[in-house]
């Protein structure tokens, strides 16, 4: 059977009796109606379940015509790249887990860290084996030598007193406490952590099973953290979120609908709705704004940045969540799209990643000059 072909007939079908092909709106009604019709005859055990569910598929079809879609390669599409997803349970939530963490991911994050952050990290990846960690650790002490260099001409390596020195100072429980890690990152150091802790106990160092509880107590942050992130809704308020979209005006709000087409992990119905109710506030006003309407046309997405100043660490956390989960569905179809749709994802993705990286810095470097502030008072 032609998919393809397939859904062109039950198309034309429509178009023959007369039917609506233009009312989008009604069509997605309808096609749910049929949805609640083939449960209805689930729960009731009906024999023309077959024949409810092939209605739902007809209108999906039609609706897909309608919109110029082959649903069959986004189905195809959609199969390959959920086969690729490895899911964890964290506290009840199914939470996506990336296998790996990019290198550039890992700098950012290491460059904000102070010696003894970068200490208790490198106590975590000695200790773990079910991972290949070799270029991260690498980067590790490529970091290691770069900060020693500020305070010796001479990068030193460890003794065994430097060794005991650390473990004792070790407290990756507040390590990661002023930097913000996305979703795919807090998992990544979560596995790493709970490897580290596996390999402590079996061998039994009574020195090494000292900082067990430190880890201990640094996971139980991650998964707080990790169902912050994937309940965002939780995070922040509809009072929030409208102060949130009116920092931009009508432009850089339509700009916001380049992530929300590529989320997937969230529910952002809450946030869709708000925003539309501010953009169509700030599009009224827009009329009597000449400004705004000679801003470039090849304006982009990137250029939201410029507005990082202004919004709140809440915001940034809020915002960098977002653009993640974009960006990893992004990179998701690069790998099974065709070379005309390539070159947009990945222009998007570009976009979308310089942006990412611009809200991610503000954060960081605003928490990381309140922490080489305490440092600087708990010196004196």
């Known amino acids: 059977m032609n998919f393809k072909q397939l859904q062109k007939d039950v198309y034309q079908n429509k178009v023959n009796h007369g039917f609506n092909v233009t009312d989008l709106n009604m069509e997605f009604c309808l096609a749910y109606e049929k949805l609640c019709e083939a449960y209805r005859a689930w729960l009731k055990k009906k024999e023309d379940l077959g024949e409810e569910l092939a209605n739902v598929a007809i209108y999906l079809m039609e609706i897909a015509e309608i919109l110029g879609l082959d649903l069959g390669e986004e189905i195809e599409h959609k199969i390959k790249k959920n086969a690729k997803r490895i899911c964890k349970n964290v506290n009840g939530t ?28 490198d106590i975590l990846f000695t200790h773990v084996k079910k991972y290949n960690l070799e270029s991260q650790k690498s980067l590790l002490r490529e970091v290691q030598k770069e900060k020693w260099a500020k305070y010796s001409s001479e990068y030193e390596g460890m003794n065994e007193y430097d060794y005991i020195t650390i473990i004792n100072n070790f407290d990756i429980s507040t390590t990661f406490d002023h930097i ?13 952590m709970e490897d580290a802790i596996i390999n402590i106990k079996n061998d039994n160092n009574p ?15 991650f998964d707080i953290r990790l169902n912050e992130l994937n309940n965002l809704n939780d995070i922040i308020t509809d009072d929030e979120l409208e102060i949130l979209f009116n920092k ?4 850089e709000l339509e700009e916001f609908y380049n992530v929300f087409e590529y989320i997937e992990n969230y529910n952002i119905e809450r946030m869709m709705d708000i925003m539309n109710k501010v953009h169509y506030e700030k599009t009224k006003e827009a009329y009597s704004n000449y400004e705004v309407f000679i801003k470039p046309y090849n304006y982009n997405i990137s250029e939201l940045s410029e507005k990082r100043d202004k919004l709140s660490e809440t915001e940034l956390n809020l915002l960098c969540a977002l653009l993640d989960d974009a960006i990893q569905s992004l990179i998701g179809y690069k790998q099974e799209c065709d070379t005309t749709q390539y070159e947009k994802y990945n222009k998007l993705e570009i976009l979308l990643s310089n942006l990412f990286e611009s809200f991610s810095n503000e954060f960081n470097n605003r928490h990381s000059k309140i922490y080489k502030n305490s440092i600087i008072i708990n010196e004196l």
């Open 94 to 121: 199914l939470i996506e887990e990336e296998v790996d963490m990019g290198i550039d991911s890992l700098k950012e994050i290491l460059d904000v860290c102070d010696m003894n952050d970068l200490d208790s990290i």
């Open 207 to 221: 020195l090494e099973l000292r900082i067990v509880p430190n880890i201990e107590e640094a996971l139980k942050e």
């Open 180 to 192: 913000l890690l996305t979703p795919y990152e807090l998992i990544f150091f979560k596995k790493i």
């Open 248 to 251: 931009f005006d009508v432009i």
